[in-house]
Nanobody, 124 residues
């Protein structure tokens, strides 16, 4: 059974950093596409970064140069290092997998397994 558990959320001032983790079980993260998404109150869920079996990540323009995704295959864990955080980064962050295919890596409807989310709050 596929399971994803996020951790590491919290509150930080603008310009600060946070590191999120996504612990996976029931599948190998190095074999399948996994994505980080976020959803702010009153807004649609949006893709942040997606990484497939090749290890090449695709970042949303809004986070390029500030966020970095990494995989620890031994621990079967995905991490998201978030630097230079902005108030507009405030959201619930989710990792997702069981990607159904295609090339729109930021289409949330194409992912069928989700974690419970980790909250990130950035104050100005």
């Amino acid at each position: 059974q596929v399971q994803l558990v996020e951790s590491g959320g919290g509150s930080v001032q603008a310009g600060g950093s946070l590191r999120l983790s996504c612990a996976a079980s029931g599948f190998r993260i190095s074999w399948y596409r996994v994505g980080w998404f976020r959803q702010a109150p009153g807004k649609e869920r949006e893709g942040v970064v997606s990484i497939g079996s090749t290890g090449d990540p695709t970042y949303a323009d809004s986070v390029k140069g500030r966020f970095t995704i990494s995989r620890d295959n031994a621990k079967n864990t995905l991490s998201l290092q978030m630097n230079n955080l902005k108030p507009e980064d405030t959201a619930m962050y989710y990792c997702a997998t069981n990607y159904q295919g295609g090339y729109n890596f930021f289409d949330a409807s194409l992912y069928n397994s989700w974690g419970q989310g980790a909250p990130v709050t950035v104050s100005s």
